[in-house]
């Protein structure tokens, strides 16, 4: 295709110089000139010229990498006019050149124009000496007007060339402008953005120092008033030592003086992160001449940032310290002693209750046997009238029908009586009788009662004996194993504080090297390790002391308390006997009386 269109543009090119004929010159006058296309020339012009891309040898990014820097990139341009008018410079260098090599083209185009017009000229001559002589004035005016009006076309000619070729460089001049403006506005938003940057990277460097030094105040203040708060607690708000207000002070200094190294250690590592950071993000923000814009090289600046370090751990421990108040728990005091009772055993005191109670059961026995006769006798006396009243109103059976007489009646009544007074007697023998068994019985038991009371204050004397033969060496064991008990539970106490004072040395030493650490150089802190030491195992003797002052109190107390517990006094109970005199009087009916006899 494009061979075809080269092919046409020669045909009509030849056609465009080709000279008309003679027929033509004439039906115009003999004023015929080249065609104006005969005066065109095409300025070759390259695309490249209006692309950064073909000025790549005098342009470049900005910031470019720096091997030789310690920066990754070159240094920051203060003057960015300054900066931009070398690269300006470099441009109309190369602008010049262009234009050069496009002026040089000049000479052939004139050239060219030169010939063609000879040709004219000559042909004009030729076809107007057929009209007119040659040596007429008209013919040399008319030839003298045909080379005026051709020299006039070739200046025409050759200004529109210098014009086009103007053009040109002016077109060339009005990119490089915008190539030269846009890299400025580049520069300037970059160096605003860079700046807002560096700036909000230095706020927040100073407020990170400034906050991370406020917080190490904040520690090492609760620092300083947690030892002060332990101390006032082991010491219950007695302190002892007499240099510990200057121990304060040395440990407020120590803590300053970390807080200083602390300060300084974040400071030069977060200034040199700062740095770093700030020379990361100005070397990846860049402006390019291609495109006339700035760039940012995210994907570069996320492999090289680095954050800003954090802030170093204040590391430390609150140890918690109790009061030492190591306490023995004393037993109950030994009881006081009463007054000591008289230890004897009178055996004949007992006895002479036991026969006095004796003689009184014998006569509640007498009386109640008494008693129970005069029922008896009472009891015959009264059945035997109602016998005779009765039996007085009694009438022997008629016999046939008749009545009997006064004699069998007498004779009846009589025989009646006799046999009420046998009757009578015989139950008041059987009473009595029983009576007198009853008596013997409880004679019996309260005979067996003495004997036996006897014998319990018989055996009494001798438990009595036996518990005063013993007091005594009782008494020597019972100290003996007190003293054994005394010594174990004082070796059970030291054990039981040692372990204790191990324990609670061991947690002040953790809360002292944790305060004031391994290497303490000030002897007013070092006192206050041994001062407390000191009042612990003071703490520790006192309780071994008070232990001893009470055991040397208690201990006789304690045996005298035994001694007195042992006691020896009989308590003497004679059994009573439960006298519970019975006997049931069964009174027989007067009518059983007559259904035997009658």
């Not at 000279?19 to 004439?26: A, R, S, T």
């Not at 262009?98 to 063609?116: C, D, G, H, M, S």
């Not at 109970?573 to 009916?589: A, D, V």
């Amino acid at each position: 295709m494009k061979l075809f269109a080269v092919f046409l543009a020669c045909i009509v090119a030849a056609q465009a110089t080709g000279i008309p004929g003679y027929q033509y010159w004439c039906s115009h006058s003999f004023c015929v000139y080249p065609t104006p296309s005969s005066y065109c020339y095409n300025l070759p012009f390259n695309r490249n010229w209006c692309s950064a891309k073909y000025y790549a040898d005098c342009l470049r990014e900005y910031p470019c990498p720096d091997p030789s820097s310690k920066n990754m990139c070159e240094e920051e341009q203060e003057d960015i006019a300054g900066f931009v008018e070398t690269f300006r410079v470099k441009l109309e260098t190369k602008r010049g050149k262009i234009q050069t090599a496009l002026e040089k083209k000049l000479a052939p185009f004139e050239r060219t124009v030169q010939n063609l017009h000879a040709r004219y000229l000559s042909t004009f001559k030729c076809y107007l000496a057929k009209v007119l002589c040659k040596t007429s004035e008209a013919y040399c005016t008319k030839v003298e007007k045909y080379e005026e009006k051709l020299d006039d076309l070739e200046c025409d000619a050759v200004e529109k060339f210098n014009k086009d070729v103007q053009k040109i460089i002016d077109q060339i001049k009005c990119f490089h402008e915008q190539l030269l403006s846009r890299f400025q506005t580049c520069l300037d938003t970059r160096k605003c953005r860079v700046d807002a940057y560096c700036s909000g990277l230095e706020q927040k460097s100073g407020d990170a120092q400034e906050k991370y030094e406020q917080c190490l105040t904040a520690h090492m203040t609760k620092r300083k008033e947690w030892v002060e708060c332990i101390f006032g607690v082991i010491y219950e708000d007695t302190i002892k030592t007499t240099t510990f207000a200057e121990a304060m002070v040395a440990y407020q200094a120590m803590l300053d003086s970390d807080k200083k190294w602390y300060v300084k250690d974040f400071k030069k590592k977060i200034e040199a992160a700062v740095e770093q950071l700030k020379d990361c993000y100005r070397c990846n923000y860049k402006c390019y001449f291609n495109t006339g814009c700035y760039g940012f090289n995210r994907r570069s600046f996320r492999k090289t940032i680095k954050c800003l370090p954090a802030a170093p751990q204040y590391n430390y421990k609150l140890i918690r310290v109790c009061v030492f108040n190591p306490e023995w728990k004393a037993p109950c005091p030994a009881p006081e002693p009463k007054d000591k009772d008289t230890e004897e055993f009178v055996k004949s005191t007992y006895l002479a209750c036991i026969d006095t109670t004796y003689e009184k059961y014998l006569k509640a026995l007498s009386d109640k046997i008494i008693e129970w006769k005069l029922q008896v006798t009472t009891w015959k006396g009264e059945s035997d009238i109602c016998l005779k009243a009765t039996i007085a109103t009694m009438k022997p059976k008629s016999k046939c029908g008749t009545p009997p007489s006064p004699a069998a009646i007498a004779t009846y009544q009589e025989k009646l009586v006799q046999k009420a007074e046998t009757w009578l007697d015989n139950y008041e023998c059987r009473f009595v009788a029983q009576i007198d068994a009853v008596h013997s019985k409880w004679c019996s038991i309260i005979e067996n009662w003495k004997t036996k009371s006897e014998s319990y204050i018989t055996k009494v004397e001798q438990q009595f004996n036996c518990c005063m033969s013993s007091k005594t060496s009782k008494s020597c064991s019972y100290e003996a194993v007190l003293d054994r008990k005394i010594c174990q539970l004082r070796q059970q106490l030291c054990r039981k504080l040692q372990t204790m004072l191990a324990q609670h040395k061991q947690l002040f030493t953790s809360f002292y090297q944790c305060s004031f650490g391994c290497k303490i150089t000030d002897d007013n802190i070092k006192l206050l390790k041994t001062d407390y030491i000191t009042c612990i195992k003071e703490k520790v003797e006192a309780v071994l002391t008070e232990f001893d002052a009470f055991w040397c109190l208690e201990k006789p107390k304690y045996v005298a308390a035994y001694v007195c517990g042992i006691k020896c006094t009989p308590k003497v109970s004679i059994p009573g006997l439960r006298t519970n005199w019975q006997w049931r009087f069964c009174k027989p009916s007067l009518s059983s009386f007559f259904r035997s006899y009658c």
